[in-house]
């Protein structure tokens, strides 16, 4: 295959992804085009070449950031180089330690198994990302939140049961109430009352609705305590205490984040008041000169001891004034780069779940949501469904028009599923030519859904190359509350799909 041809085919496929036509788009497709025909092109080839002349560390860093070509590359190095700092860098990577070590101290005192092994994990992960001050403050947020946190009243169940200081959830779960013989009322008064002060969050404002309620039923009704019922409400409380407390400390981080950037407003304007706050202090002391004569002994030397101190915050106070005019100019620049950095990390995360090739949710994202509807089920008892969607003989039409062909099919089909669902479902790519939507609807309304997709797929023309191409789609539907579990649910319409396919495929199941 010629250049020529690869640079038509190029543009083809750029017009019918409908991509904008940058230069480094275009660049991108024509290499993925040259090296599909297997066409050499120098060009397209910087990444690797460079890479290879690199150390093995910047080589894997490389990797890891997915540079794909080489205007990425340079920016890339060049960001390396901005931060090669050995005295700056060995000082941060210190502070980042320690900040580490006090995060995950605090994290572990919240009773909550997982919290604990996140806070682990962040002491391994914790990258470069922010200024000594900065740290320094969080480090100093972090303490604070240690100083004043206190679990003693945990003590006061280990009367009902083993008390596991690291796994609230663990200790609440392992009570065990009993009713003596002839014992009053009272017997369970008292607990109540320590299980209602165990359900106030530690860190949140207030309670969730659910919570006051079974909080007020416990002070009403002490001898609730001994139903079944009550456990299962207990576990349901103390989620979503974890809960409401996991949220309250991303909220005191933000609002630390927020406090930083008054923080750095604040330095620029002591850098531009340093040299009043010197004139000051030379006032200080020619007035403490004025009032050595004729002054008893105590006072001479409490006027020594103020004029000793007043010098050296002279000498400090200039020496302050200077040092921060050097840096304001690596603060500012330090700061570009966070929020640079920042950019990155949130595209980054919005790339995590989303499918490159259709832009629907990739499986890992709707697993997410689908914990959530199964929470929201197990704690409300909302039911839900889910359609198993799946595109009939693709195999067929991969190896009859292409690949190529194949995806745009998947991109067209993508869009009709998003055109057809409502903004309380949720629609993503499970695998392959396979697609799956939770919806918020019972099994009759799931059906209705997947008729409409079905439907849709079967009127729309599917165009490649002046070719059209003939699709339809299987589907499978079942409703949560058919089911005893979220797993059995998945594989109930799961075996509804396979079902539709066995039937002769373009239908939806159960009919």
Known sequence: MTIHQIVRNTVERLKNEGKTWTPDVYAEVFCAEAKKAGVAVEDCSGVERYTALLDKKTADEIKLYRVKTTAELIRFLISKMSRLNPTEASALVEMLSSLAKQMAKS??????????????????????????????????????????????????????GPVDTSNLRRTIEGLRFSRAKGAGEADYTSVAQLVVASLLPSIAPKMDDATLRLSQKLKNSPEFLASA???????????????????????????????????SAQLIELIERSENSTAEIRDVKRDLE??????????KTAHKRLYTIATA???KVEVLGKDLKIHNDKVERMGKKIAALEAELAEAQQASREDFLTKLFNKRAVSEFLSLKEAEYERHGRSYSIAMLDLD??????????????????????????EEARGTDTVGRYGGEEFIAILDTDLE????????????????????????????????????????????????????????????RNRVEPA
């Open 229 to 263: 019922e009550c456990e299962k409400e207990l576990k349901a409380a103390i989620a979503m205490r974890i809960a409401l407390d996991k949220r309250s400390v991303e909220e005191m981080v933000h609002t630390l984040d927020r406090l930083l950037g008054k923080l």
């Open 393 to 418: 003989h693709f195999k067929q039409i991969n190896d009859t028009y292409g690949h190529e062909a194949g995806d745009a099919v998947l991109i067209a089909f993508a869009k009709i599923l998003k």
């Open 107 to 160: 994290v572990e005192m919240l009773h909550n198994a997982e919290a604990a092994a996140l806070a682990r994990k962040t002491v391994a992960v914790l990258d470069e990302r922010g200024g000594a001050t900065q740290i320094d403050l969080l480090k100093q947020a972090w303490s604070n939140f240690l100083s004043i946190y206190d679990d003693t009243y945990l003590m006061k169940l280990a009367e009902f």
């Open 313 to 315: 915050l002279e000498e």
């Open 445 to 504: 309304g799931a059906k209705i859904f997947g008729e409409k997709i079905r439907a849709h797929v079967e009127q729309a023309h599917f165009m490649y190359q002046n070719h059209r191409i003939e699709v339809s789609v299987s589907i499978g539907v079942a409703e949560r509350s058919e089911f005893e579990s979220e797993k059995a649910l998945f594989k109930g319409a799961d075996a509804r799909l396979y079902d539709a396919k066995h039937k002769g």
């Open 290 to 299: 004025a009032l050595e004569a004729d002054k008893p002994a105590d006072f």
